[in-house]
């Protein structure tokens, strides 16, 4: 029996024992809005873009950021393009009327960034700012264009003895968490982590800025940890921008994942949470020329076992995508259905709703979802559980008021209360199944560029506060009610209680999350740290400057000149080198080719990240293709459907095939030991074809080749977690002292097709 006959016996997994291909069958998803309010936010609410008028200062720095990442390019340092030098208020304010303090719609400056036609800034070839940002701009000139604080000095700044590279870049970075790890006991090595801000210091940075970096990491360790102590990075440089944590104060030193093969367990796998992280991680690198890593890869990386050779991450890295879908499920191990969720949290929601534990407040008009929607309390274990319910429309089933007892949802939102004090997200469809990202027709994320609302994340950025108010509108329309209509009006009164004893719920679970949130920050939280973080790293396009900074590099002349070089012309990146942008997805797409042109090490890209569908994204070294049996990767009930894998290249192709279902389950379809010959097409299964059963729901299959052996990949299985098939494709081995690797990532190849069953 072949092994793909095998399987088709064997391995209870998707289609091969009656679900809609790789997967389960998935009912339509209509999830929640990304919060519980239901009025739109009042202009002296904490919003992100409304907050920074507490604080002249921090709206300053913040302004200056924006400046800095958007418009330093063609208006700084030796340029000062149509009179501007952006990072210099004086010059600004004493330019006339580009900046007239307390005058915003006076302003130049104001009314370029915020024009919908020429003249306009950024140049209509760039992407525009946001509108949060235009409003912070705005909000600092009404504020009287307060004074930008200074960049933290740089060494020939204060003490000509000391070089710019002795406190910024790699190499300092490594050398700091090399001294930090020398002082543990080498049996707690293994459970500490790194994460660094240094490379803000490149391209120049406040100290709000540093500091706005460290209290987005604190709040987003702890929105990621089922521990109750709540956690503070610890800074081990004196500049703060290198930091150290327990992985056991967080939970994540365990090792939930269980190896699977053959369709069984076969023994407990060593990969820890903190691992998912380093798995996705894209700015990963081998620095062979570094003795300091030689060390650090001796007495820390190989003892510690992680599964990639990764001293540090990024701190903004991590705050953006961390908090995203899959790695924020993953770290929570979050439960796959609502019944799951509640029997964590303790909760009996069915029997609260028919003792009226349960409490309840209707609004028709929301200021998150479309339509009229319903929000429900429970106490919980660690404090409370609000329930949303989310209609497609507002008329027939989607009207509350037609049956306030007997509701049907579309879907909803789940927010809990953590050990720690703060807050976990859950959304659902209206089958109780957890989803990762909601359809922007049924409700938006205004502060995400695209608008699409990411469980997690999302809601972490808005819930700045914890829980936000809404005013019940179905009491007050039971109460007016003449007699009978048709329903418990007694009923409906006790469920749907007066607004003042629902304001205090919300003021009991707001009250808890910012005491947590202060605890956890060390400090009350005047600025919600977050948004400012993960908005710049995912949503402003990279200039010039911020690359350079990202790699470590003091000067951007040099990547400039690289960037001219035909090779990167024909990448996309040629915008960098004339002043233009390029998107973050770009950036790290080529990443890993920008490394090694400038030697700055063996990159590391993420091969085995569920975030990374292809490799390279230039020409591969080779030609293979990977198809099904429909073009457009479509299927109805019924339908036959086959994987085909074709060797155009004029060698032999090792290759591995992967399916994932829609639930985040994985199957390895075609062992690394497949060997194909020169023009050879390869068919899963190897005979006949499958039948695809009714459901809903996008599945994929990934393809792994090379020309030459490489590891097999491991499938590992835990609870509430996404599946991972991990190689081990950087193995790093010391010759002659020398930290270096055995696999060269540019000779292999990675592709992806995503599958949809109707």
Known sequence: MSVFSRWLVCVAFGWLVGGPCFGHKVVLAQPAADNLSDVPAKKDAKHPKDEHSV???????????????????????????????????DLLVNKKKKVVPGKPDESELYQLISATEEPMMPPPAQPRLSAEDVATIRHWIAAGAVAFPDDVAKPEETNKDVALKDVVGVDYVLKKIL??????????????????TNHLLN????????????????????????????????AIDALGTVFAIDLRKLGWHKQPFSRIRDGKINGQSRLNLFDLALLEYPYGTIYEDSETFDHLTEEYLEPAGLVRPIAYVRADWFCSVATLPPLYEDFLQMPFELAELEALLGVDSENDRQSLIAKRAGMTVSGVSRNNRVVERHSAKYGMMWISFDFNGSKGLGNMFKDPINLHPAGGEMIFNLPNG??????????????????????????????TVRNGLSCMRCHDRGMKGFADNVRSAMERLPGSAGFDKRQILSFYPPQPEMDEFIKEDGDRFMH???????????????FPVTHRFLDA??????????????????????????????????PLASGGVVRRDMWEDYYDQVVRSLGLGVPMPPLDGLTRSEYPSTTPPFAIELTTSKKNNVFAPGDEFTIFVENKSKHALHIELIGTSARGEQVILAPASTVMKAGEKFRFPEKGALKIQGGLGKEQVTLFAAEAAFPAGELFRGKGLTDRVVHAFFPVRRRAGAATTTFDPSQIVKKTIEIETK
């Open 179 to 196: 001294e930090h790890i020398r002082t543990l006991p080498v049996d707690e090595r293994r459970f500490v982590r790194y994460f660094s």
């Open 422 to 451: 703060l807050q976990g997200y859950f959304v659902t469809n209206n089958a109780g199944r957890r989803l990762e990202v909601a359809p922007t027709n049924i409700v938006t994320d205004r502060f995400a560029e695209d608008k």
């Open 516 to 530: 947590a949130m202060n605890q956890a920050l060390g400090k009350p939280q005047t600025v919600e740290p977050l």
């Open 203 to 234: 391209g120049g940075a406040t100290r709000d800025e540093l500091d706005l970096q460290r209290d987005a990491l604190s709040k987003a360790i702890n929105h990621l940890s089922w521990e109750r102590q709540l956690v503070q990075p610890k």
């Open 55 to 89: 604080d002249p200062a921090l709206l300053a720095a913040e302004a200056k950021e924006i400046f800095r990442s958007r418009c330093f390019e063609c208006h700084g340092g030796g340029k000062i393009s149509e009179g501007v030098k952006v990072l210099d208020r």
């Open 541 to 574: 396009p990279l200039q010039l400057n911020t690359a350079s900074a990202e790699l470590g590099l003091a000067e951007s002349g040099g990547l400039k000149a690289l960037f001219r070089m035909p090779q990167f012309a024909a990448l996309g990146l040629m």
